[in-house]
């Protein structure tokens, strides 16, 4: 599996395309950042996170594109910001027919160090073991990109034997007794 991860900002978008199986080695195909002038206007910024995306899945012909999910932060600007770069993401992708997958923060950090609440350092100590790199990738918005795609690479599996389950017990008729996936479908008949 060929994923290329996004970790979404006006000013310093991370990209990184990491290849591999669950359970196996990984490795990283390429990392780097699409940067736009904090002082440009915001549609300029918008197009030039669009053309360095493009030039991403130009070069590396990803399957899967996983982006952070953006989550609610003090800083309204900064919230807006990193949706948008994030819509720009997700639109170069489905555009193009790549599955979009969005991966909380938390949720990428304990896929690649244990813990949720992994500091930066941690997951880029962790990036640069599991990808057998020399240093960590630098700035941080590259390290969290590879985490991005390790953690979709991981998890993929897992979330599409639910998915399968769910579309098995929607064809034979049943319905889920409860809306939380980690607790088993119940077969009830209608």
């Known amino acids: 599996m060929r994923v290329l991860g996004v970790d979404?900002?006006?000013?310093?978008?991370?990209?990184?395309?990491v290849e591999g199986v669950a359970g196996r080695p990984l490795t990283m195909l390429g990392v780097g950042v699409v940067r736009t002038p904090p002082d440009a206007e915001l549609g300029?910024?918008?197009?030039?996170?669009?053309?360095g995306i493009e030039e991403w899945l130009?070069?590396?012909r990803p399957e899967f594109v996983a982006v952070e999910r953006?989550?609610?932060?003090?800083?309204?600007?900064?919230?807006?910001?990193?949706?948008?770069?994030?819509?720009?993401?997700m639109l170069c992708a489905s555009r193009r027919g790549i599955p979009v997958a969005l991966h909380t923060p938390s949720e990428v950090k304990a896929a690649v160090t244990g813990s949720g609440r992994a500091e930066k350092a941690q997951v880029g100590a962790m990036v640069t073991r599991l990808l057998?790199?020399?240093?960590?990738?630098?700035?941080?918005d590259a390290?969290?990109?590879?985490?991005?795609?390790?953690?979709?690479?991981?998890?993929?599996?897992?979330?599409?034997?639910?998915q399968q389950a769910h579309a098995a017990a929607a064809a034979a008729g049943t319905r889920r007794v409860s809306r939380n996936p980690a607790v088993p479908v119940r077969k009830v008949p209608r």
């Open 143 to 162: 390290a969290d990109a590879l985490a991005l795609a390790i953690c979709h690479i991981w998890r993929a599996p897992a979330v599409n034997r639910l």
């Open 70 to 89: 953006v989550f609610s932060q003090h800083n309204v600007r900064t919230v807006m910001g990193t949706a948008q770069a994030s819509a720009v993401a």
């Open 44 to 51: 300029h910024r918008l197009v030039a996170i669009e053309r």
């Open 8 to 17: 979404p900002g006006l000013t310093r978008c991370g990209v990184g395309v």
């Open 58 to 60: 130009d070069a590396h």
């Open 132 to 140: 057998r790199l020399d240093a960590p990738p630098k700035p941080a």
